[in-house]
């Protein structure tokens, strides 16, 4: 390496900046205390009885939606008239009271820890995005048990503190990124009588060091998505990992719950990205002492940290793999007669593992509903105007009841995504796909962030709504997705539900199989417990995914929501290791959070 070169290397990795994150300390002032993502952002009803989504953060913003209101009293039978006003917050009576004891403040305060027993910032930090966590804040009760305290360490030897300090009094620890979780991952266990610290991770964010020589970059594990991707940008860099939560989900969080990025396909899902990862537990700190690309030394205990779901120990600083940006990013989608000839294309594409960045197939609902939430002014292009429809129709002899829509993203070089698309399209033709443009590609993307929003406007108008996902071979995915739909249909059909929407898309592609992810949601009216209803149906969609051979979760976790068919599907022994790590990492159960396994592990 000559002189200039190996300047440049020591150069770029003593960065060490304090990230400024695009969501404060203060979450809530710019994030809602009881939905999901940023205040200005919202669907709701205008006064002409039209639906709108509010904010310029994304390109649907301020546009009535005629065609999506007109859907959703079609389809879910939702009258607009009769809005079920959600709370506007709880009073301090209805949250449970802070159980820490004066002295551990004294210690926090002599220490300089940053901490505090505010009941709304106690609040905000108990709870995930389930339908439950989301309801009860709107609707129902406040959660029985929350976290007592709240502190936000501001680096690894802070966390290192306070691991020993709960140790010491018999505290137990919560670790909080983002609060996206949809698994009650960081909700509170009712039952715990112990003082409950949330350790909230979000002061934690710097990005510590950028190795452009070998492509590497260190962040502190606190760092929102958006802010970590932002600060790559800003270097000519990009990590890549882009679940549909990155706007809000942290780097810490990511590598807890193995998440999932849309680009897994070209840049790998977290596992893949993670070169190390420090993990503070309370017998000492987890990680490697070297950061090469591999190493071949013994089973990798170093693992452990993936997935582990905050029961271990607090991860502080994540190192991953950067690329450089990419020249181009191109938008494509292809439209199929039915469903099954886009799985067969999916299957094809994955065979010759040509696939581009990201590559995603509707079903048919899903696909009428992503057209349905277009504005009046952006009919151009779509695939409803009259155009383009009779062309399916009277041309191509497609159904407009069972099309689906492949959309798909290329990055990377000019030339290379051009070759790249053709040789996408060809496969697509030959399992009668129809190339239908960048802009229904462009949007169905879009679509991802918006469509989160969704669930908090049907819960204003009687409609429960939540998404589940799985994994499963190829040869079974088309099987999986009729059972979960058939199976959904006659619980609601015996429940007497009458409206609901049932749906699914193939999200990711592997060798040797997909991860499906389905929405389900219905109109409660005439029920009492929507919640519970809803939680029994899912229940059942659940038992139906893992009979029909998939997985109990592909990225959203285990959490405390899916802990039983955990127990169930992990051998004996598997369950015996966990537990042999769990007693030998935290002898004191002071990372109680109930995830993973719900029986005590004395039982194993
Ligand atoms: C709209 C929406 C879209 C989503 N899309 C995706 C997707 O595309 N792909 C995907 O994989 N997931 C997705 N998720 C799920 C969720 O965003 C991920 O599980 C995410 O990784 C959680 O990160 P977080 O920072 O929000 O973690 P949190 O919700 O704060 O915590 C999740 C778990 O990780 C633990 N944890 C958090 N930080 C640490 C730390 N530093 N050390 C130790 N433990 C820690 C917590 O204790 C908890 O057990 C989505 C969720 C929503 C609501």
Sequence with gaps: MDEKESNKTLKSSLVDTKVKSVIPKNRSEVLKWNGWGYRDSKF????QGMIRFTGNRYSIGETDLPFFTQWVQQVLNIDLTLRNVPREKFSSREIPLSRVSTNFLKILKEMKIDHTTDD???LLRSHGQTLYDIYSLRYGKCFPRICDLVVWPANHNDVISIVELVNVHNIVIVPFGGGTNVSGAVSCPVNENRCIVSVDTSQMNRLLWLDESNLLVCFEAGVIGQDLERELNKRGYTCGHEPDSYEFSSLGGWVATRASGMKKNVYGNIEDLVIDAKMVTCKGVVEKNSKVPRMSSGPEFQQIV???????????????????????????????????????????VARQRCQPVSIRLMDNTQFRFGQALRSVENTFGNLFDTFKKTYLTHVCGFRLESICVMTLLFEGKRSKVVTHRNCIAKIAMSFGGITAGERNGERGYMLTFVIAYIRDLALEYRVVAESFETSVSWDKTLSLCDNVKKT????CNKLNIKYYLISCRVTQTYDSGCCVYFYFGFNWTGLDDPVSTYHHIETIARDSIMASGGSISHHHGVGKLRTHWYEKHMSKTVLSLYSASKKMLDPN???ANGNLISFPLSKI
């Design 44 to 47: 709701k009803v205008t006064d």
């Design 589 to 591: 159960n002071v990372f």
């Design 488 to 491: 959904v249909a006659n619980e």
């Design 306 to 348: 993936l997935g582990s779901e905050g029961t271990l120990g607090i991860i502080t600083e994540v190192t991953l793999k950067i690329r450089p940006l990419p020249d181009c990013r191109v938008y494509d989608s292809v439209v199929f007669p039915d469903f099954e000839s886009g799985v067969k294309c999916m299957r094809e």
């Design 120 to 122: 709304h910032a106690r």
